[in-house]
């Protein structure tokens, strides 16, 4: 038997196969980001369009529904909550 292929039955992983395998943990990570980049601003988009759309509504509407003003007491006690210490 040859020493490579000694090698090869010990288990080893070649340099090759190692930088092969750190590649492709660097572009799985990268293309997480994106994902999550483009996620961000999906939910941004939508978000937007939400607020647009409430506040295209008459006044009677926004009011009986409580828009904006039960909505920004919402997020203010949601951040109240997020920052408040343990």
Not at 22 to 49: C, K, M, Q, T, W
Not at 53 to 64: F, H, K, T, V
Request: proline share 3%; with cysteine; aromatic share 6%.
């Amino acid at each position: 038997m040859s020493i490579c292929d000694e090698g090869y039955n010990k288990g080893e992983i070649g340099f090759s196969e190692r930088i092969a395998a750190s590649i492709n943990e660097h572009v799985h990570g990268l293309a997480r980001a994106v994902l999550n980049a483009r996620d961000s601003v999906i939910r941004n988009r939508r978000f937007h369009a939400t607020e647009s759309a409430l506040d295209s509504l008459p006044e009677g509407i926004r009011q009986d529904i409580g828009w904006p003003d039960l909505y920004e007491r919402q997020v203010q006690e949601c951040n109240e909550m997020k920052h408040r210490p343990n």
